[in-house]
């Protein structure tokens, strides 16, 4: 009975690292270690290269602002998201910088991700970047400034 008394007090912790925005793959994972039948105290601890490069940033950063709402989740930053960061003040200090499909940030799928979080295709980022910059500034906000360790 002691015992159990202590183990109800203690947290469970599920670690994943670089998801690249794949929520399917990161749902079935967490499924397979029994994260959502888990009723005691639990935290997903999230090791970075959150957003960026998969199909699915949008879903993905819908399910994270979800466990930080509940405080379910610790997002530790990594190499991904200051890629997507720097993208940002790439496209604020020379916009038509990484319009060029030879660009860094197109070639290594960090716009194709930020496009899926502002829900923009790159026809209406070439047509308004700074507008695109503003809602991924927006978007970024509430993932990466607001709850990442460094």
Known sequence: MQCRFFREKWMKYFVVSDI??????????????????????????????????GPTAKQLQEFILELMDQDLVILVKGNHETLMMNMLDDICRDPKDIISDWSHHWSNGTLNSALQLVDMTYEEYKQAPMAFASKLADALRLIISRRFLL
């Open 20 to 53: 690249h925005a794949h929520y399917d793959e990161l749902i079935q994972a967490l499924k397979d270690a029994g994260w959502f039948e888990y009723k005691g105290k639990k935290k997903l601890i999230i090791c970075g290269d959150v957003m960026d490069r």
